[in-house]
């Protein structure tokens, strides 16, 4: 399969815990995108990457969450200190640069903070 | 805030109607895009049409783009009870493919067998 891949697919874990989710993009993408979804609601843009460079993050993102893409393939999305708020869908994207952005969706990783 | 706005917010059909949803969004685009979730699971890219365009077919999907009015609308002919999922619309933020997407709160589609 050469789609989006993302593990775990659920998490759940007990407030001010730490978590980390990853995601592998389709292989020849250079930009990956996190977003989170909670019930009823649409994708909200959290960050994305172009190659290793994060060159975007949103405000919803606060100093818990930490997204890397060290060698421009594989990215990780860190949450630490849990809360019952963090409770959402995370989607990770990718897509390759071609002035349209069409953008390709994983499975996504169910987090539930208890 | 989000960009683009579904309606109706949900849709209930029977197998074999023809299933319409539309989508207002504020900024000027060179693209918009549809794509459709299952409970639980992740998003499927269904299609993008370009600000130049005013219609795109896909199989039993047609999508259509009114740029004076910031509309667009997606419909679903011979629906099946497989197409019951939660349709979003998305633009890019900027207006141009800036990068980051931003959706409605989508339009929930029922079809019943």
């Known amino acids: 399969d050469t789609g989006v891949s993302q593990n775990p697919r659920h998490k759940i874990t007990k407030r001010g815990q730490n978590v980390t989710f990853r995601c592998d993009p389709i292989s020849e993408h250079n930009r990956l995108y996190w977003y989170r979804q909670t019930l009823g609601q649409g994708p909200e843009f959290l960050t994305y990457f172009q190659n290793e460079a994060q060159l975007e993050k949103s405000r919803l993102l606060s100093d818990r969450f930490s997204a890397e893409r060290p060698k421009g393939s594989f990215s990780t999305l860190e949450i630490q200190r849990t809360e019952q708020g963090d409770s959402a869908m995370y989607l990770c994207?990718?897509?390759?640069?071609?002035?349209?952005?069409?953008?390709?969706f994983g499975p996504g990783t169910r987090l539930t903070v208890l | 805030s989000q960009q683009g706005e579904e309606d109706p917010q949900a849709l209930s059909i029977q197998e074999g109607e023809n299933a319409t949803m539309n989508c207002s969004y504020k900024t000027s685009i060179n693209n918009l895009q549809w794509y459709r979730q299952n409970s639980g699971r992740g998003l499927v890219h269904l299609i993008l049409i370009r600000s130049n365009e005013r219609e795109k077919h896909s199989g039993r999907l047609r999508v259509t783009l009114d740029t004076s009015k910031k509309s667009s609308s997606l419909l679903i002919t011979a629906s099946r009870a497989a197409d019951t999922a939660s349709y979003f619309c998305a633009t890019p933020a900027g207006g141009t493919s800036y990068g980051k997407l931003t959706f409605g709160q989508g339009t929930i589609l029922t079809v019943h067998p």
């Open positions: 994207a990718s897509s390759l640069w071609t002035g349209y952005n069409e953008q390709f």
